[in-house]
């Protein structure tokens, strides 16, 4: 999680800002992890009988987040 949500990166100084920084990146992972749950639901009952089962990639899935949180 500490690579993918990029934890150490913060955009000031501040302690307030570490920790505005720090709970806007949980939340959005925490929001992600929800989303995908709901959509591994849909995948598993898409692939029931296909000889491979998918499963959603949380990087991308965070990565496509990130710009769709803010709007």
Known sequence: M???LEIE???KKNSLAINQD??????????TAILIYGA???VKR???KRKRKYK?????ALNRM???IIL
């Not at 720090?22 to 929001?31: E, P, Q, R, T």
């Not at 959603?56 to 991308?60: E, P």
């Open 40 to 42: 591994n639901q849909a």
């Open 9 to 11: 990166n913060f955009s």
């Open 22 to 31: 720090f709970y806007a990146k949980i939340f959005s992972c925490n929001l």
């Open 66 to 68: 990130k710009n769709s």
């Open 56 to 60: 959603m990639n949380f990087t991308q």
């Open 46 to 48: 898409v692939c029931e």
């Open 2 to 4: 500490k690579s993918r």
